[in-house]
């Protein structure tokens, strides 16, 4: 068992903060984002430490445990996928200067503000290849698309967002 | 025209977006259980922690003027950003409204060095407060509490300093609103009469009483 846990956890170590983002910009909820990355990775180990079903790829397996589980948030809670931001503070640095700290969150927001007016292919195309720089072949697998339809998915997801931030 | 290569550097801004660290090693605790930590103090991870945690702790009691009241700002700042438009007057509220507190602490202590940056910042922030009340267009009873708190407020430490810290006037927003929204409505008798004697009391410049009677009509 020890074994595992220690297994576990670095995978819950390198995993964590990209499971986080990543239900965060869907979600925008800093509380809403906590409570589901950690329900994320209790399924995860759950099955891991069971071993009644194999993890063939823990990070697609955690991407996808997190897609159900924001779903089911959505279902549950009878909502819209796209909806005004909510967020707490997960990104204040403090060794930014004030003014340098404005522009850099203002910047955060018109971008975040644009992706989450996408489909939920683009974003999560967008999201894995740019942001978590999945390879190409697992972005694939993910979205359940051939990689050349990946690489399409991926150029007119960039064209979308870059006409949304215009927009924004 | 941005780039695609703009677009991406944009895109990785994202990367800020980071779970707080205390969050990450409680969940992983829930999850695994405690691991045998026996100085904890003693890993530079815990001792970098520890000393964002004072540092936290420090600004958040520190007053205009003070070292650490940038950091409380900077931190007050990071939550509006990403605050939903329809939350930020009362976050805005909120924020005038200790502001206010923290001018009124340095008036109580007679600090003179640190009354001019707090009067500045309350003035900031009453403007800021308005600012949003006014792009909104919407009240409701929670924001109808918080402004009628923060002119309470306002109308104490004016009255210590007895001088006038800002013509900006977040409740004079709210009583106008609350008025034209009650002026659509269907009211019993008794709620038009406590409309009229409101519309009475904004007239007079009295916010406070107005807020506080068509607080009366809202229960």
Not at chain 2, 146 to 174: D, G, H, R, Y
């Amino acid at each position: 068992m020890d074994k595992l846990k220690k297994e576990f956890s670095k995978i819950y170590d390198k995993y964590v903060e990209k499971i986080f983002r990543f239900v965060f910009l869907k979600v925008n909820s800093k509380e809403t984002a906590e409570d589901l990355t950690s329900e994320t990775f209790l399924r995860t180990w759950e099955v891991f430490k069971n071993g009644n079903q194999k993890i063939e790829n823990v990070s697609a397996f955690l991407y996808q445990t997190a897609r159900n589980l924001i779903t089911d948030y959505y279902r549950e809670k009878g909502k819209a996928q796209i909806i005004s931001p909510d967020l707490g503070r997960p990104i204040a640095d403090p060794r930014q200067n004030l003014e340098k700290q404005a522009i850099l969150n203002s910047e955060m927001e018109r971008i975040r503000k644009a992706l989450s007016q996408l489909d939920e292919d683009y974003q999560n195309a967008i999201i894995w290849y740019y942001l978590d720089e999945l390879p190409i072949q697992e972005v694939a697998n993910l979205l359940d698309r051939t990689v050349p339809a990946t690489r399409v998915l991926i150029s007119r997801a960039i064209k979308a967002l870059r006409e949304k931030l215009e927009k924004v | 025209m941005m780039t695609e290569k703009e677009v991406i550097e944009k895109i990785r801004l994202l990367r800020q977006i980071k779970p707080e660290k205390k969050w990450v090693f409680l969940t992983k605790e829930r999850i695994l259980g405690k691991e045998p930590i026996f100085f904890p103090f003693l890993k530079p991870a815990f001792a970098g922690l520890l000393f964002i945690l004072i540092l936290f702790g420090l600004s958040f009691t520190s007053l205009p003027g003070e070292p650490f009241y940038l950091i409380k700002k900077l931190v007050e700042r990071g939550q509006t950003v990403f605050v939903p438009e329809e939350e930020r007057p009362k976050l805005e509220l909120d924020l005038a409204n200790k502001r206010l507190e923290e001018l009124s602490k340095i008036a109580e202590k007679n600090d003179v060095k640190k009354l001019a940056p707090a009067i500045n910042e309350a003035k900031e922030s009453v403007a800021q407060a308005t600012k949003n009340l006014v792009k909104s267009k919407k009240v409701d009873k929670e924001i109808a509490k918080k402004a009628l708190e923060l002119e309470k407020k306002k109308k104490e430490v004016e009255a210590s300093l007895q001088t006038k810290i800002t013509e900006e006037n977040p409740a004079m927003v709210v009583a106008k609103y609350l008025i034209e929204d009650f002026e659509k409505r269907t009211l019993t008798k008794d709620q038009k009469q406590i409309l009229e004697k409101a519309k009475g009391c904004f007239e007079n410049g009295d916010f406070a009483k107005v807020l506080e009677l068509l607080l009366t009509i809202g229960q």
